[in-house]
């Protein structure tokens, strides 16, 4: 039985490659993530649903129209529960393409900016914090002051 509001969308074998040591995390709409050799258990968080490797096979919950997706509770909810849509605008205005760590999250989540948009806010999975140096979840002794703790030797 799925959570109250999703729909299994694809069972796919992913063709997308990965990054050696990226940790997938969140973004505003699900890319396909590649299960192979993965464990079974959720791998990518996004502001509509989550995917997740079940037999080295990709497996996505997309939210229902108008709803977002709360990490918390791993459910979907009405936008007007929630109080923000996948597409609300955020600094962005200001912004270079890209992601950006959110330090009122302690850095647990980050935003994505292109061409000035906002794309939604994504989330790093079991403690990791967004390094925006390699555009990543990562841990935290991997990443610079606000966000980590590593220290720059000289």
């Known amino acids: ?26 973004n505003i709409h699900l890319a396909n993530v590649d299960c192979t050799g993965q464990p079974d258990g959720v791998a990518e968080i996004g ?4 995917i997740e ?5 990709m ?9 977002v997706f709360r990490r ?7 936008v007007t529960e929630v109080g923000h849509s996948c597409t609300e605008k955020t600094v962005c205005m200001d912004l270079l393409d890209g992601r950006y760590a959110d ?13 000035h948009v906002f794309f ?13 140096e390699l555009q990543l979840c ?10 980590g703790t590593k220290v720059v030797t000289t």
């Open 103 to 115: 330090p009122g999250t302690s850095c647990q989540s980050y935003f994505t900016c292109h061409g």
């Open 53 to 57: 490797c079940v037999a080295q096979r």
């Open 138 to 147: 990562d841990w935290s002794s991997n990443v610079l002051f606000p966000c």
């Open 120 to 132: 939604g806010h994504g989330y790093c999975p079991g403690g990791l914090v967004f390094n925006g």
């Open 59 to 67: 497996v996505k919950h997309i939210c229902g129209d108008d709803e």
């Open 72 to 78: 918390d509770s791993m459910t979907c909810s009405p």
């Open 47 to 50: 502001c509509d649903g989550y």
């Open 1 to 26: 039985m799925l959570p109250r509001g999703f729909h299994v969308v694809a069972v796919l074998l992913s063709l997308a490659g990965s990054v050696d040591g990226e940790v997938y995390g969140y």
